[in-house]
């Protein structure tokens, strides 16, 4: 929320972080096969690993607050879920009150650094925003989906030596 005051010689200002909400529908490309599923209340978004290769996780963000809200990107820092690195997010302004489609780049890999069938998971993520032209704010979301993918056998891990992965 963004409040003027004026008063005397001045105006100032007050305001409140962006008011996001990531929600879907969800899309997903660049990996061979997903599915859905819900575990308890939460919902997770299994991928098939393709190591080396890009996700791209596409979700609705929604803009609940006054002011129109510019996504940057993503912010420096950001959880490390091991098998899947960011790359990057998509720019876009969003009107008060409005939505729009943002995908979520990350390439896969470091499957050798971990045991066969282990996983990693990507809940949220760091996005830094501008409101009204002028506020930079940091602000997490939470994706609508779990994105969880599991760290495939030696065979489809080519990095992979009798000794780089863990015993597990």
Avoid: K, W
């Amino acid at each position: 929320m963004l409040v003027l005051v004026a008063g005397g010689a001045g105006v100032a200002i007050a305001r409140s972080t962006p008011s996001l909400e990531a929600v879907g529908p969800t899309s997903v490309s660049g990996t061979e096969a997903t599915a859905v599923f819900e575990v308890g209340d939460r919902t997770v978004r299994q991928i098939r690993y393709d190591d080396g290769g890009t996700l791209r996780y596409t979700f609705r963000l929604e803009n609940d607050g006054p002011l129109p809200v510019t996504v940057l990107g993503l912010d420096e820092e950001q959880a490390d879920p091991r098998l899947f690195t960011f790359v990057g997010l998509t720019e876009q302004t969003i009107g008060a009150g409005e939505s729009a489609d943002l995908t979520l780049a990350m390439s896969m890999g470091g499957c050798e650094t971990l045991s066969s069938r282990s996983g990693s998971f990507v809940s949220t993520i760091a996005v830094r925003t501008q409101q009204a032209g002028l506020f930079e704010d940091v602000v997490v979301l939470a994706l609508p989906e779990e994105v969880h993918t599991g760290s495939p056998r030696e065979a489809f891990c080519p990095n992979s030596t009798a000794t780089s992965r863990p015993q597990g």
